[in-house]
């Protein structure tokens, strides 16, 4: 009760603020309300959804929004990719399918903690190219089996093993999957968007042009990131020189591929297929990850019951939307624009050099992310503003476009909340949400020095800018 009495408490002083002209009053009262949420979910006085439902409820009492604008976010994709994401992942592992890929991992690479971890780092990156949604991507292919991976090891938060490796793994998956967005257009749903918001500013990206520019800073951070992890939150079990040979045991002993782990293969090779090339027959990622959820149920591999107990799923699905909705009506209200103006014209103001003066836009536009749940939501309100402030003060376009479209992913690594592959691997239990949100912050400094220092020389030489 102390904790939640000092949420709502920094919510009610925020509010009683006068607000910044330019802020509408309903807007400065949903800022407090998001705030108050935010500090909930930090702190979890109680669990995350129901943090969520006290601030929809306190949105919709102060009747700052309608029931149907607090609950919009339940009818968008993202929410329910990831729920389904969860039920797909039981029957991964319900199957023994799960078991029978991580065995096949361990036999292969399971020698070390830190090989296994590499090698769904790069599968993933591999797929990022032509898997458009990062949650898709890394909650419904990923996700499910990392999470077999460290139950066959023996890491389960219910049983206390958390930090056996699981927690190591799951971190350092998640973090890789910002980096693998922002290598490639296609890697991130949002990433053409900031390319269509780039080419209405006369800078014309290609999608060759984008790969070349995050290649060098990407695979710098892919092969790097592990071995940060590793030293910062290192996993207790780091050899396993006999696993490979027990791994095989256990395969044996699962002999030949049962009938559930076929269907479960063949559903999951349907849903790819469709994540991969549905957008030409217009089948968006939700209804993808519905046909495998479908075969699953119909031929009895998962029932309905299980997904209804799934808590992990449906306290994602309601938190994730919560904030999904809250961040979209402060920009619609007016909050972001402000905030965005009120930055450009503070940064245009300094009379600086286009060097720095870039350097405070990125950063500012970076550490804003912690506003939004989506990175779609961020583009949309902030990339154009930001963009323009930065060619004013002398940026080269094309550097800025590519330099802002980029990190749009690369800031998802901040929250629990702020792109699609968080919600999966922070619910699964093993990283507790302090560690979380630190881990995320020392991590975006390595990011932003990764991407201005080398990238932007990389770039220099390429002849970006």
Known sequence: MKDLAICIGLGVALYLCPHPAGVTPKAWKLLAI????????????????????????????????????????????????????????????????????????????????????????????????????VAARAGGIFFPLAKALCLACGSDPDKGTAKKMGAYVMKTCFQTTTVSSAMFITAMA?????????????????????????????LICLTTVPLILYALYPPETKDTPDAPAAAKKELEKLGPMSRDEKITALAFAITVGLWIGGASLGVNSVAAATVGLTILLVTGVISWKECLNNNAAWDTLTWFAALIAMAAYLNKFGFIPWFSS???????????????????ILVLYFYSHYFFASGAAHIGAMYTAFLAVAQACGTPGMLAALALGQVSNLMGCLTTYGIGSAPPYF???????????????????????????????????????
């Not at 949002?190 to 070349?212: D, H, K, T």
């Not at 450009?344 to 103001?349: A, Y």
């Not at 239990?429 to 020389?457: N, R």
């Open 190 to 218: 949002a990433n053409p968007l900031a390319v269509n918001l780039a080419a209405a500013e006369g800078i014309s990206i290609s999608w060759g042009l984008w790969a070349m520019a995050g290649l060098v800073p990407g």
């Open 342 to 360: 009120s930055v450009v014209n503070i940064v245009g103001g300094l009379g600086l050099t286009w060097q720095p003066a870039f350097g405070i």
């Open 34 to 133: 998001f705030t108050t949420t935010i500090a909930g979910i930090i702190t979890t006085p109680l669990p995350l959804g129901a943090v969520a439902m006290l601030g929809l409820g306190g949105a919709m009492l102060t009747k700052t929004l309608t029931f149907a604008e607090a609950f919009s976010a339940f009818a968008t994709e993202i929410p329910w990719l990831i729920a389904i994401a969860y039920w797909l992942a039981g029957g991964f592992i319900k199957s023994g399918l799960g078991n029978r890929i991580a065995y096949s991992m361990v036999s292969a690479f399971g020698k070390t903690t830190l090989g296994l971890t590499y090698s769904l780092v790069m599968g993933e990156a591999l797929l990022s190219p032509a898997i458009p949604s």
């Open 427 to 465: 619910g699964a239990g093993y990283v507790p949400q302090g560690d979380w949100l630190k881990l995320g912050f020392i991590m975006s400094l390595y990011y932003l020095a990764v991407w201005v220092g080398c990238g932007l020389t990389v770039w220099r030489a390429i002849g970006i800018w």
